[in-house]
């Protein structure tokens, strides 16, 4: 499915990354442009080792040492402090892992309250936003059990609800479906795409070419380089 949004939400003009390596520099991503619509959902694919996690983290601000222009909703991100790239990424961003990363010592409401904490924000009101996400996403019979206690499919719901409770306007998902059984990892990609129609622009890194065509477009890297763009 072809898509054609009206305001450009993140981009890249000749974006790279290099580490310092063996007395020189290894390059982990090169001139990369990319625009990606507000709306829209996109992945990214590309073999093992190809800058893949690299480009979703500093799509994410988790990582702000590179060259070249990102901006964000406008903003240059190269230019901002390293507190307002925290902010930024906190009001705007939902960030799912392929392992989770829920808090083990939280139960799973607790963890849905997490991103909120950051917000200023009633308690009544927090309480509400947990409540819906818990019976949106059908857990709510789970919201006083530890992560341990949980299957892989739910922990992983848990972090999808996590990631969107605190109304982001774009999700980044690293290989989300990758430590899932198939059904259960079709489960996420319904969530996404359901999220997506909603209006949540959506990116995902994976390897797997169903989910990938789940997407309005993929791009592919080669060891950094972004060598394809296609409709998915
Ligand atoms: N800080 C770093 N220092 C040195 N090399 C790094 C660093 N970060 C990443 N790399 C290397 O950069 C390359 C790209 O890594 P990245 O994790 O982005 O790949 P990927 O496409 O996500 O791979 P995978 O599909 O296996 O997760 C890899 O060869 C990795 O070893």
């Given at each position: 499915m072809s898509f054609v949004s009206p305001r450009t939400l993140l981009r890249l003009r000749g974006l790279e990354k290099s580490v310092p390596h063996q007395g020189g520099r290894l390059w982990l991503l090169r001139q990369i442009d990319l625009d990606v619509g507000e709306g829209e959902f996109l992945s990214i694919v590309g073999p093992s080792g190809s800058?893949?996690?690299t480009l979703l983290n500093i799509l994410g601000l988790f990582d702000s040492e590179f060259r070249g222009e990102y901006e964000f909703a406008g903003r240059p991100v190269g230019a901002m402090k390293s507190a307002q790239r925290?902010?930024?990424?906190?009001?705007f961003i939902g960030y799912v892992f392929q392992q989770y990363h829920l808090l083990e010592d939280l139960t799973v409401a607790e963890n849905l309250e997490v991103p909120l904490s950051y917000r200023e924000l009633p308690r009544s009101e927090r309480k509400a936003r947990v409540a819906d996400m818990l019976d949106r996403f059908g857990i709510v019979g789970k919201k006083g059990l530890y992560p341990s206690q949980l299957s892989g499919g739910q922990q992983q719901l848990v972090a999808v609800a996590r990631a969107v409770i605190g109304r982001p306007a774009v999700i980044l998902a690293d290989e989300p479906t990758g430590a899932l059984h198939s059904s259960q990892g079709e489960m996420i990609m319904d969530l996404f795409a359901e999220l997506n129609a909603e209006g949540i622009t959506v990116i995902q890194v994976t390897h797997n070419e169903v989910n990938a065509r789940?997407?309005?477009?993929?791009?592919?890297l080669f060891d950094g380089w972004m060598e394809a763009v296609g409709a998915a």
């Open positions: 800058g893949k996690t925290q902010k930024l990424a906190r009001d789940r997407g309005h477009r993929s791009i592919e």
